[in-house]
């Protein structure tokens, strides 16, 4: 009787188990750029297959908003290179936000997340959206309850982290996992980087080289120019920006304090957090306000637009004259330039699309 | 009988595995050495976003402090390839290296990227390396291509009328081969900051910079120095003058 009991009870906890489920974490093979500085990875959240791919689940989960309409993706579309082509996004209770929503382009380089860099990591970045009541709109608990409820994300979950008690650390985990898997490395401009710096080129990429024109690369040596358009300051290398946070000479007066509200420090009063010039053909509006609908509105900006003010940064060396001045024909070039930057390859990629 | 030869084994087993456990070893404490840079003004520590006054009366201060010293040696020992010093974000360190002082009697080093570094791809270096474009920032020119050696960014008020707006930008940034200069420091006097941590401190002299003796910088009309040729003059000048004002504390 004892043994039938036993084997009886054993039956039902084994006939229980939601699937045939295993915690068997494989490393995700990240291939990192040879014109690229490597990736510094969490310690607590290395890239596995499973993470990545729970994250990209997660990415796209209109579950994680209150009201079932909105996921990550809404705001950081595919279309747009992983940002939004409206000025500011729109929540699920139909309120503006007040900040344009930034590309998600090569983030694991990145030290510091949203325009005014209060989120240190990226998980931590991750945090914020979905409670907050002017996007998401849903409080974490409420979160972690739907996707508990799913038995594939139980699964999904197990299988990454080893439990099945999902809370919002590993939802974060698994997203962030997802978020440095993008890596945009090949656009034109790759190639005119790595011809430059005397790195070796692949056939396909010496076709490409061939097919970089005259204006193109005068675009790029406007680009460069201390005394052209004199970008390279705030974007160069690979990933086309550099990290700080700068006031770009918007406003004579300031509204959004931007770094400043962060630190407290009247110093970084009207600082932004650079953005990478990747795919910038594809991401506007531009700006942390979203203020300029074109490329040439950022252009004419830095041409003749730039206010001086007590934070503007030093580097903006021509901002007592406006701006660097460029002609009709410099603004032409340098905006060819900045064509070369899109990759199409990431917006396409496979690996990052909707897996639903 | 059987309950003593099962007790013997017993006893002769936890033996052997206790016996066989690794002894522990104890640590053993590394020698560290240290150089920092105290920026002074006018014999006063220097703070960033503070307001100091030039000879000439202008209103300046300064945003940005970095400074590249590479292949510190002596006579041959390396010390360190590479330290980058960025005042702001990680105040008076210039190296924190495990190393024994006594080695280093006295140093020899490049203000700037040697040439042999200077060109390289910046990816390439290792992630913890100053030199690696994560690191180096800004500190990295495109157009080069290599490194800024020196770079001090402020703002400056140079009109005298009574309104402390400093609107006016001065940037120096020294780079290129043709400005590398070397450094040399003898008879280094270190300072023991614990059991095995040895420290060499130096100051750089900001208002020496600017209101050098022999050849001083006027922020109203030299403002503006990236090592271009039509710069040559003015980045000569702030080189020597930076150099000069790197000095033992």
Sequence with gaps: MKYCLFFFGAFILFSCNKDNVHYDPRPYALEIPSHFPQMVMPIDNPLTDEGVELGRYL????????????????????????????????????????????????????????????????????????????????????????????????????????????????????????????????????????????????????????????????????????????????????LMRVKKFSNNGLDAVITDL????????????????????????????YMHDGRFASLDEVIEQYSTGVHPSLTIDPLIEYANQGGVQLDAQEKLLLKKFLMTLTDLEFVNNPKFKDPN | MRNSINFFLFCLVSFLFFSCKDKPVPPVDKDYVDITVQPIYNGQNLLMDSIYVTQEGYKIKITDLKFYVTSLQNGGTNLSQASLFDYR?????????????????????????????????????????????????????????????????GKADTLFDGIDNLDHNFSFHIGTDLYLQSLSFSSISWQQISAHQHTFALKLDVYNIFCNPIQAIDLRLEYLAHSSGSQAALTQKFGHNFKSSLTPY
């Design chain 1, 59 to 238: 990415f796209y989960e209109k579950k994680l908003s209150g009201d079932n309409t909105m996921s990550c993706a809404t705001c950081h579309s595919p279309q747009n290179s992983f940002s939004d082509s409206n000025k500011f996004s729109v929540g699920i209770d139909g309120i503006q936000g007040t900040r344009q929503s930034m590309a998600l382009i090569n983030l694991g380089w990145d030290d510091y997340f949203f325009w005014d860099g209060r989120a240190s990591s990226l998980e931590n970045q991750i945090l914020g959206p979905i409670p907050n009541p002017i996007e998401m709109h849903q409080s974490w608990k409420d979160a972690v309850s739907k996707l508990s409820a799913d038995m594939t994300y139980r699964n999904r979950f197990f299988r990454a982290f080893g439990t099945s008690n999902i809370d919002s650390t590993q939802v974060a985990k698994a997203i962030a996992q997802f978020l440095r898997t993008m890596v945009s490395s090949n656009s034109k401009y790759d190639v005119m980087y790595k011809y430059i710096n005397g790195q070796s080129l692949s056939s396909n990429e010496s076709q490409i080289l061939a097919t970089v024109d005259a204006e193109e690369w005068a675009g790029y040596d406007l680009f460069k120019s201390l005394n052209g358009a004199d970008c390279f300051h705030c974007h160069n290398g690979p």
């Design chain 1, 258 to 285: 931007g770094r400043g509200g962060v630190t407290g420090n009247s110093n970084d009063i009207g600082k932004f957090k650079v953005p990478t010039l990747r795919n910038i053909a594809l991401t506007g509006p």
């Design chain 2, 89 to 153: 974000e990680t105040g008076t360190t210039l190296l924190h290296q495990e190393a024994d002082y006594l080695k280093f009697g006295s140093l020899q080093g490049i203000l700037g990227v040697d040439t042999t570094l200077n060109h390289d791809d910046p990816s390439a270096f290792p992630t913890a390396s100053p030199l690696n474009i994560s690191n180096a920032g800004t500190m990295h020119w495109g157009w080069n291509p290599g490194y800024i050696f020196i770079s001090i960014e």
